[in-house]
């Protein structure tokens, strides 16, 4: 492959051909004099006029078309539910343009979310590490699944969130290749919903409306490497015991805000009730609790 066909150059020549290099002063000038003098201000001139937002987007472009094949196919072909504060649905968008902090910002982009917190019969926690592919918070450890509903008819089913549920099942056999005979939705326990914001690099970063789901299961599983880098059960000492290290920055490891958020609010006390069998005591999915 030649240097002119590569993903990344044609990305650049597009973007060239589109943006307009030349401001107002160096135009000003070409009706003024053609001398070579003059010549070599307009240059400079309009090469001035690169903002450094323009250089933000050239690199964004060639970063793109650098990022991982299958992620960026997610990127592109997943439409995630667009939600209003109240969770009532306003649009879809893809999922690309959902995780970019700049259109988050600018357009106050807010998407439905789900994240799965699945324990075994000895009621350990599975958490997963994201792969070093992943766009967004790559190798950070988290709860069992974390994705998004997608704009279709199954996952869009507002009674019981069965929607969510279905996406839920959908995820744990693309992630972790869990079947889904293994997690039936039915078997899914919706406990509350929260709503957060947290940037991951200055380019990407969550708006989301999540949806925490707890089951207990004992799964076979085989993690996607696109998704996954590993995985480990863990219980309350082992989890209390790795929020000690992240806390200290032992090894570079680090938790996912939404799980950290998670963890610090409800996760011991709801914990508790799904051993002593009381879970429904702590069942909320009339409130949507923002948190920071």
């Known amino acids: 492959m030649s240097l002119t066909t590569t993903p990344s150059f044609q990305i650049w020549r597009r973007f060239i051909a589109a943006s307009p290099i030349i401001c107002r002063s160096s135009l000003s000038l070409v009706s003024v004099s053609k ?5 070599s201000h307009r240059r400079a001139a309009s090469l001035r006029c690169y903002s450094s937002s323009s250089a933000t987007r050239m690199a964004d472009a060639v970063s793109d078309a650098n990022m991982d094949a299958v992620q960026r196919r997610l990127m592109f072909e997943d439409e995630c539910i667009l939600v209003d504060e109240d ?3 306003v649009g879809h968008d893809t999922k690309y343009n959902c995780h970019l902090m700049e259109k988050i910002e600018a357009e106050n982009l807010l998407h439905r979310a789900f994240s799965v917190f699945l324990f075994n019969s000895k009621y350990e926690l ?3 590490q994201r792969s070093a592919t992943k766009v967004t918070f790559p190798l950070v450890w988290t709860n069992t699944c974390c994705s998004h509903p997608l704009y279709r008819d199954s996952e869009l089913i507002e009674e019981n969130a069965l929607g969510v549920r279905n996406a839920a099942q959908r995820k744990l056999l693309d992630e972790l290749g869990i079947p889904a005979e293994d997690v039936p939705v ?8 929260i709503l957060y914001k947290a940037p991951s690099d200055g380019k990407w970063g969550e708006h989301e409306l999540d949806y925490l789901l707890f089951t207990v299961r004992e799964v076979n599983m085989k993690p996607n490497p696109d998704e996954v880098a590993d995985v480990k059960y863990v219980n309350r000492e082992q989890l209390k015991e790795l929020l000690r290290k992240a806390d200290a920055g032992e090894g570079g490891l680090k938790l996912s805000p939404w799980f950290r958020l998670v963890v610090d609010n409800f996760l011991f006390k709801w914990w508790d009730h799904l051993e ?3 879970l429904e005591e702590v069942i909320d999915m009339k409130t949507i609790r923002k948190l920071t």
């Open 276 to 278: 002593k069998g009381t």
């Open 186 to 193: 039915d078997q899914f326990t919706p406990l509350g919903r």
């Open 87 to 89: 969770d009532r649905v």
């Open 126 to 128: 599975l958490l997963q």
């Open 35 to 39: 001398s070579p003098l003059l010549k």
